[in-house]
């Protein structure tokens, strides 16, 4: 198992339960932050939510740069010059 880290936690009287600061670490979360939490028949598995929606965005735009002929810098580059250039326009 790569990078597997095991802890346990009790449930409270309201749903809750307490992070440990060596999990709160590996999720990069503090006070006030989000998690997402993903059920998957048996399991739960807890992320920052933040990484969770970037990972989503991530696999939404899966194969989009291909399609709109984005291959290397320079063409993201042109892709940045052209639409601030409408934005000046507006």
């Known amino acids: 198992m790569e990078n597997v880290f095991v802890d346990n936690a009790t449930v ?5 339960i307490p992070l440990s600061k060596d999990i709160r670490e590996r999720l990069g ?5 989000r998690v997402t939490l993903v059920c998957q028949n048996d399991r739960v598995i807890m992320m920052n939510s933040a ?4 990972k989503l965005l991530q ?3 899966d194969g989009e740069f291909e399609k ?3 291959r290397n810098d320079d063409d993201v580059m042109n892709l940045v010059a052209e639409v601030r250039s ?3 326009v507006l």
């Open 29 to 33: 979360v503090g006070v006030g932050d």
């Open 51 to 54: 990484i969770y929606a970037m």
């Open 68 to 70: 709109a002929g984005i």
């Open 59 to 61: 696999d939404g735009m």
């Open 12 to 16: 409270m009287a309201k749903g809750q």
């Open 86 to 88: 409408e934005i000046e």
